[in-house]
T-cell receptor, first 110, second 114 residues
Framework: TQLLEQSPQFLSIQEGENLTVYCNSSSVFSSLQWYRQEPGEGPVLLVTVVTGGEVKKLKRLTFQFGDARKDSSLHITAAQPGDTGLYLCRGGGGSYIPTFGRGTSLIVHP | AAGVIQSPRHLIKEKRETATLKCYPIPRHDTVYWYQQGPGQDPQFLISFYEKMQSDKGSIPDRFSAQQFSDYHSELNMSSLELGDSALYFC?????????????FGPGTRLTVT
């Protein structure tokens, strides 16, 4: 089993602030996904990164895959209350056992 | 676009009863995963199937079993229910040969055991 660690575990910020969430592992992944989950709903896939050093942007969200494909970061610029949710990273392709990080719970206050 | 369908969306059972949760993957997806998510926790992997065969097993209790049928839908059978089984149960599907290994989640079934 490949362990993914996410930090911080909790984040409470004001609207307009910037934030970064980290996803780290000692294992190499073929791909890494970021999901956002709202209470009572299923996780929604935000992005998949596959190439070491890759950067993908989704509006105010910037995702980066580490050069060694062991870690990733999610940066949100000018956070909005609608960004509130649980952000999960998942390593793909490196193991038959689906591996999720513990998640970062983000609250953006208006 | 068609998404993963789960039924029922809500289920209330008493202790020691049985429950069956159903999952219909996205068309053409051949891989199904089951997850259990307790309050304030991340999804815990239970079991997965690829082409109707069990592909991996996570922290699934012996009281639970699952299978994938010829039409690729899957069912999670839960027996001798305990209060601690109360949780959200998610099914996800993916295309097994997809190198991106992306999973798409259903809306979940909220199981309450009383």
């Amino acid at each position: 089993t490949q362990l993914l660690e996410q930090s911080p575990q909790f984040l409470s910020i004001q609207e307009g602030e910037n934030l970064t969430v980290y996803c780290n592992s000692s294992s190499v992944f073929s791909s890494l996904q970021w999901y956002r989950q709202e209470p009572g709903e299923g996780p929604v896939l935000l992005v998949t990164v596959v190439t070491g050093g890759e950067v993908k942007k989704l509006k105010r969200l910037t995702f980066q895959f580490g050069d060694a494909r062991k870690d990733s970061s999610l940066h949100i610029t000018a956070a909005q209350p609608g960004d509130t949710g649980l952000y999960l990273c998942r390593g793909g392709g490196g193991s038959y056992i689906p591996t999720f990080g513990r998640g970062t719970s983000l609250i953006v206050h208006p | 676009a068609a998404g993963v369908i789960q039924s029922p969306r809500h289920l209330i059972k008493e202790k020691r009863e049985t429950a069956t949760l159903k999952c219909y993957p996205i068309p053409r997806h051949d891989t199904v995963y089951w997850y259990q998510q307790g309050p304030g926790q991340d999804p815990q992997f239970l079991i997965s199937f690829y082409e109707k065969m069990q592909s991996d097993k996570g922290s699934i209790p012996d009281r639970f079993s699952a299978q994938q049928f010829s039409d690729y839908h899957s069912e999670l059978n839960m027996s001798s229910l305990e209060l601690g089984d109360s949780a959200l149960y998610f099914c996800a599907s993916s295309l097994g040969q997809d190198v991106l290994d992306e999973q798409y989640f259903g809306p979940g079934t909220r199981l309450t055991v009383t």
